[in-house]
């Protein structure tokens, strides 16, 4: 879904990426409970609001387009590709936006195996949601969506946030399972 952000989104998510330029906020989180847990971490700072209320929509629209009530909740400022090498992932579904900073690039199934050139790399903007499909969805081995990180000449900060299932979070942790 392409998306731009507002001028009151934009300034809440750098304000947070300003105020916490190492963020690594990673929680199973209920949908009911998020607001509560996100206003605990990051204060009741009225400059945040609006981000953590975008949050909490993007939260509720994935859990009720995929009928759960709890979700694994990054939201991570970085100064570099985490991600540098394109790649899929073993995840059924992920949802991502990036508020501050370029957003995920990737590239279109049918180059997949391809030589590629810069012009075939796909970049989602700053704002746009995306649902990543993975090979973890049923039937879908082998096709997940082929991303990395964003790669620029120049050095950038980035806030972005991914929405995942429990049942990843729960295969990556497995001795912390969530039920």
Known sequence: LERKLNNELSDSAQHIEDMSPNLEF?????????????????????????????????VNHFCNLFNTEKVWLRLDAVNKPMCPNFHTDDVK?????TYVGPGTQWIPQNLVNKNINESDIMELNTGDIALLKGEGWDGNEGNGLVHRSPHKKIKYDRLYMTIDFIEFYNKIFQNRLIT
């Open 26 to 58: 990673s929680e199973i989180v209920e949908k009911n409970s998020l607001e509560a847990i996100l206003l605990s971490e990051f204060e009741s700072d009225s400059k945040i609001s609006i981000l953590i209320e975008d949050i909490y929509n993007l």
């Open 93 to 97: 579904c992920r949802m991502v936006t």
